[in-house]
Nanobody
Framework: QVHLVESGGGLVQAGGSLRLSCAAS????????MGWFRQAPGKEREFVAA????????YYADSVKGRFTISRDNAKNTVHLQMNSLKPEDTAVYFC???????????????????WGQGTQVTVSS
């Protein structure tokens, strides 16, 4: 069983930055890929970024490429999402997810993730 807890969300003005963190417990963190997804009100959950277990491979949605950076610290069982140049359309609840069983190596598909955090709210004001 893997437990994920996100933190770092909040209210920020457009153009600002936030750094989200996701702390994992249970399982062997260094062996599974991690992803970030987000869900805005009235919309479906969408892929934001993913990182392989070794951090050698990262993947981004086109909408955040060049602005967001995903990273991980396997010694501390954490994954981060650095978000720069935030836009009002980035407003959403952000979720981290762990691919423990499918071993995708980093996926943009919701069904490839086995465990999810409870989410953290990010609000970007214009």
């Amino acid at each position: 069983q893997v437990h994920l807890v996100e933190s770092g969300g909040g209210l920020v003005q457009a153009g600002g930055s936030l750094r989200l963190s996701c702390a994992a417990s249970g399982g062997t963190f260094s062996s599974y890929a991690m992803g970030w997804f987000r869900q805005a009100p009235g919309k479906e959950r969408e892929f934001v970024a993913a990182i392989s277990w070794s951090a050698r491979s990262t993947y981004y949605a086109d909408s955040v490429k060049g602005r967001f950076t995903i990273s991980r610290d396997n010694a501390k069982n954490t994954v981060h999402l650095q978000m720069n140049s935030l836009k009002p359309e980035d407003t959403a609840v952000y979720f981290c997810a762990a691919d423990v069983e499918r071993l995708s190596g980093g996926s943009r598909y919701i069904d490839d993730y086995d465990y999810w955090g409870q989410g953290t709210q990010v609000t970007v004001s214009s």
